[in-house]
């Protein structure tokens, strides 16, 4: 099912698309952060990647239930915007040297990621309200929630820590 192909034709056709592509990106995401703990040198950024990776799989799970009270099993379809931000982030930490640097890089990748699971998860949960999925909306805005909490605690970690030292 393409984004704007005949198979959507509904809001509702539309969520469960959505909600099959951050599904898949969650997937991607639990399988790049393991790589970015070990690459991470400074201590605040490898704890706040390992967090990331036990929150990643609570939100699959959430994910899931969604599926489920919306009526769906739980489907991935590729997604090519997190496939572009994964390979991008993999591509600059490989050209990077300086360990100090490299976490600088790290995290505005960890920070595109975060941007694009804040911009999915609050589309979805507006959608399931709409859609009078209160239920669906409430789990999807817990995400959305945490996603906004990790991308503050990456950015205070650059702020405080990691920026200063890569300068």
Same mark, same amino acid.
């Given at each position: 099912?393409?984004?704007?192909?005949? *198979?959507?034709?509904?809001?509702? *056709?539309?969520?469960?698309?959505?909600?099959?592509?951050?599904?898949?990106?969650? %997937?991607?995401?639990?399988?790049a952060l393991?790589?970015?703990?070990?690459?991470?040198?400074?201590?605040?950024?490898?704890? +706040?990647?390992?967090? %990331?990776?036990?929150?990643?799989?609570?939100q699959?799970?959430?994910?899931?239930?969604?599926?489920?009270?919306?009526? %769906?099993?739980?489907?991935?379809?590729?997604?090519?915007?997190?496939?572009?931000?994964?390979?991008?982030?993999?591509?600059?930490?490989?050209?990077? !040297?300086?360990?100090?640097?490299?976490?600088?890089?790290?995290? +505005?990748a960890?920070?595109?990621?975060?941007?694009? !699971?804040?911009?999915?998860?609050?589309?979805?949960a507006a959608?399931?309200?709409?859609?009078?999925?209160?239920?669906?909306?409430?789990?999807? %805005?817990?995400?959305? *929630?945490?996603?906004?909490?990790? *991308? !503050?605690?990456?950015?205070?970690? +650059?702020k405080?820590?990691?920026?200063?030292?890569?300068?």
């Amino acid at each position: 099912m393409g984004l704007f192909s005949k *198979d959507i034709k509904t809001l509702d *056709d539309l969520f469960v698309h959505t909600l099959q592509d951050i599904y898949y990106a969650e %997937h991607q995401i639990k399988k790049a952060l393991p790589e970015m703990v070990d690459k991470a040198s400074d201590p605040q950024l490898k704890q +706040a990647f390992k967090s %990331h990776l036990t929150e990643t799989d609570e939100q699959i799970k959430i994910v899931e239930k969604v599926f489920s009270l919306h009526g %769906h099993k739980p489907k991935e379809v590729t997604c090519p915007a997190i496939n572009g931000i994964i390979h991008e982030a993999k591509d600059i930490a490989g050209d990077v !040297e300086d360990k100090k640097v490299l976490d600088a890089a790290l995290i +505005a990748a960890a920070q595109a990621v975060e941007h694009y !699971e804040i911009n999915r998860y609050g589309t979805l949960a507006a959608w399931a309200r709409r859609l009078g999925r209160e239920d669906s909306a409430a789990l999807l %805005h817990q995400i959305l *929630d945490q996603e906004k909490a990790t *991308d !503050e605690k990456l950015n205070r970690i +650059a702020k405080t820590s990691v920026n200063t030292k890569a300068a």
